[in-house]
């Protein structure tokens, strides 16, 4: 009897121990974000002037995603070329991702970074996923031009 009792504390001390090791360490899937975008600081310029924009993305993800990362602006800037679309994978275990851009405007606009989940499966061979939630993260700054 006394082997049994044993046995039944070692199984209960290890079942506790178990569960508040995931409390420590493990974050629930929904909790995990697909992607993290951050944008520097927008720097001011003249009207049509070039600056550059950079901006870096990381997961949390477990699973590595294809994804789409470009600009947005609130209104049409007129200025050529448009910013380029980058496409790649992210997987939980690369480091945070830097993009740059070459970015004018003629006047005052805000401008967004975003990170979007995308279905190809030729981006992280083959064993891409897309999240069912939150498959597109932003972030954003106004692009102040001075007169």
């Given at each position: 009897m006394p082997l049994l009792q044993a046995l039944v504390r070692c199984s209960l001390t290890t079942l506790f121990l178990g569960l508040c090791l995931q409390l420590i360490t493990g974050q629930d899937d929904n909790e995990r974000k697909p992607f993290i975008v951050k944008m520097s600081t927008m720097p001011s310029g003249k009207s049509n002037e070039t600056v550059e924009i950079v901006c870096s993305v990381s997961t949390q993800a477990r699973e590595?995603?294809?994804?789409?990362?470009?600009?947005?602006?609130?209104?049409?800037?007129?200025?050529?070329?448009?910013?380029?679309?980058?496409?790649?994978?992210?997987?939980?275990?690369?480091?945070?991702?830097?993009?740059?851009?070459?970015?004018?405007?003629?006047?005052?606009?805000?401008?967004?970074?975003?990170?979007?989940?995308?279905?190809?499966?030729?981006?992280?061979?083959?064993?891409?996923?897309?999240?069912?939630?939150?498959?597109?993260?932003y972030d954003h700054e106004a692009y102040i031009v001075k007169k």
């Amino acid at each position: 009897m006394p082997l049994l009792q044993a046995l039944v504390r070692c199984s209960l001390t290890t079942l506790f121990l178990g569960l508040c090791l995931q409390l420590i360490t493990g974050q629930d899937d929904n909790e995990r974000k697909p992607f993290i975008v951050k944008m520097s600081t927008m720097p001011s310029g003249k009207s049509n002037e070039t600056v550059e924009i950079v901006c870096s993305v990381s997961t949390q993800a477990r699973e590595c995603i294809p994804f789409r990362f470009f600009l947005m602006t609130s209104r049409k800037t007129d200025c050529y070329p448009e910013p380029y679309t980058y496409e790649a994978c992210m997987c939980q275990e690369d480091n945070e991702r830097k993009f740059y851009w070459n970015f004018c405007s003629q006047r005052t606009v805000g401008v967004a970074c975003v990170a979007e989940a995308i279905n190809r499966t030729d981006l992280c061979e083959g064993i891409g996923y897309i999240p069912v939630k939150g498959n597109r993260s932003y972030d954003h700054e106004a692009y102040i031009v001075k007169k």
